[in-house]
């Protein structure tokens, strides 16, 4: 088993755990460390004989877990690229939410879902499970034609409201409400986790792997696959629908008590709160199921049950 994966089940067993953990590594100081020093962080971990058995206390074995799980792909021992690595994830999502709750008009919208999806499609391709196999096809080839598919229809439903009303020229204000502060958070968030599911579908379709607690691979489960997909799709969802529904209705508040008069400061006061409650909602929505994911012997495929007497197996869930 990866030492991520080792630390996650060492500290990842409460949501308050692994909230605290990803609180650190998200971290975006972290993108500072070169390659060099990460490979160093690493092969001082994997050398490290002792098994995590208890939380961390020593501060620079920590700081070296936190490295690694910020930048090491737990299934495939790489180091994920500087854009796709967690801690770049609000920095470079912040802008394109902000952009994006602000259009007016539907091709402009389109646009901006559009980079907006494909940036979330790609950190979910590269940080997803690493296990799954296909010999009758590219695997990669499979998921960026499913990405791009999946990315294209998202923007699209992500639009079409803005489309229908400006087509149809409805400017009454209950239909504007609907439009522009109450869909956004419900479409954004089904269809960011509608991106998660097809572009890791390969991952419930072929499987992956799972292990036993002492990390020995077992064998690769579709059952564990669709749970792993299934929770990160949720997590998503639940990321980019508060992001898009919680600041709607702190910023109602805040007109309706008058707290801001200057209506100029009204938008860098918007832009301060989607900022807050995304910083916020990160580490929520990624610590909301565990990154070692665990199946139980009776949830498994029977021809793997069939060469073990385990009764719990563990799996990379991804994000």
């Known amino acids: 088993m990866d030492a991520n ?6 500290e990842g067993q409460s949501f308050f755990q692994r909230f605290l953990v990803w609180a650190d590594a998200l971290d975006p100081l972290l993108l500072l460390k070169s390659s060099n020093e990460i490979k160093r962080t690493r092969l001082l971990i994997q050398t490290n ?42 920095p470079i999502t912040l802008p394109l939410v902000i952009v994006s709750s602000v259009q007016h008009q539907a091709k402009h919208s389109f646009f901006w879902q559009f980079v907006f999806h494909t940036y979330t499609t790609a950190f979910t391709l590269v940080n997803g499970n690493g296990t799954p ?17 999946a990315v294209s229809y998202s923007a699209c439903v992500g639009a079409l409201p803005l489309t229908f009303v400006n087509r149809y020229g409805l400017k009454s204000s209950l239909m504007q409400l609907v439009v522009r502060k109450l869909l956004p958070a419900p479409l954004l968030g089904l269809t960011s986790a509608f991106t998660v599911a097809m572009v890791r579908s390969p991952e419930f379709d072929n499987g992956i792997e799972v292990m036993d607690r002492n990390g020995k691979v077992i064998g690769v489960s579709k059952k564990a696959g669709q749970k792993a997909v299934m929770e990160t799709a949720l997590s998503r ?20 008590a008058r707290l801001v008069k200057n209506p100029r400061a009204l938008v860098p006061a918007r ?16 610590s909301m199921f ?25 799996y990379n869930r991804g994000i």
């Open 133 to 149: 196999k296909a010999e009758e096809y590219s695997l990669q080839q499979k998921q960026m034609f499913l990405g791009l598919g």
């Open 5 to 10: 994966l080792r630390l996650w089940r060492a």
């Open 290 to 314: 565990p990154q070692c994911g665990e199946i139980k012997r009776a949830d498994l495929e029977p021809e793997i049950l069939s060469s073990t007497e385990e009764t719990e197996f563990f």
């Open 49 to 90: 004989e002792k098994t995590l058995s208890e939380p961390i206390r020593n501060n620079q074995t920590k700081q070296a877990f936190l490295l690694s799980l910020s930048s090491v792909h737990p299934d495939t021992d790489k180091i994920i690229p500087v854009l796709f690595r967690p801690p770049a994830f609000m």
């Open 237 to 256: 969802a639940a990321l980019f629908g508060t992001t898009f529904f919680l600041p709607e209705v702190l910023m109602y508040c805040v007109q309706r």
């Open 271 to 286: 832009m301060f709160v989607i900022m807050s409650v995304l910083a916020g909602m990160l580490p929520v929505s990624f």
